[in-house]
C-alpha cells in the first residue's frame, strides 16, 4: 500500500464534479481528510493523506491533474520558532491533526510534529510567524 499526503488545488470550473468519489470509485484509494475549503464558483483546496495500491495511486494523480486539479506531495515540514512564538494559541484554533494544542494547566502552546501533516494553516495565521516551513530531512 502506497500513501501520501497531498494538497489538491482545484480551479473553479471543477469544484462541482465529484473527482474525490471517483478517485475511491475507478481507482480503489482511501482518503483522509485533513482540511477543505471547496465553495461553488471558487477555487477549492483540499489537503489529504491518499493511499492505495501503487499502481491505482498513479492512475489517480493521473486522472486528477487530467481533471485540471493541481497536485502537490507536502514535501515540507513546519517547524515553530520557539523564540518567536509568544503563546497566543491563534494556531491551535486551525490545525486540524491537533499538532498544536493547549497544554493545561500551563496554558502553553504545545507542538507535536509528529502529528503535523504540513498543511501549513498554522503558518498563515500566526501573527508572530513563528511558525515556519522548512524542507522535510527525510524529502532531500
Do not use: W
Not at 492505495?52 to 481533471?67: C, M, V
Not at 515553530?80 to 496554558?107: D, K, W
Request: hydrophobic share 40%.
Amino acid at each position: 500500500m502506497h500513501a501520501e499526503m497531498l494538497v489538491l488545488q482545484f480551479p473553479r470550473e471543477v469544484v462541482d464534479q465529484p473527482i474525490i468519489y471517483r478517485l475511491v470509485k475507478d481507482f480503489s484509494l482511501e482518503f483522509n481528510l485533513l482540511r477543505a475549503a471547496i465553495n461553488p464558483q471558487q477555487e477549492g483546496l483540499i489537503v489529504m493523506e491518499l493511499r492505495g495500491h501503487p499502481q491505482d495511486f498513479r492512475r489517480g494523480l493521473k486522472y486528477l491533474r487530467k481533471a485540471g486539479v493541481k497536485v502537490r506531495q507536502v514535501a515540507r515540514e513546519v517547524g515553530r520558532n520557539e523564540e518567536s512564538c509568544y503563546q497566543c494559541g491563534t494556531c491551535t484554533a486551525v490545525c486540524p491533526t491537533r499538532a498544536l494544542y493547549i497544554e493545561r494547566p500551563a496554558m502553553a502552546v504545545a507542538f507535536d510534529a509528529a502529528r503535523c501533516s504540513a498543511c501549513e494553516l498554522c503558518c498563515q495565521v500566526c501573527p508572530a510567524h513563528a511558525m515556519e516551513v522548512r524542507l522535510n530531512r527525510e524529502a532531500v
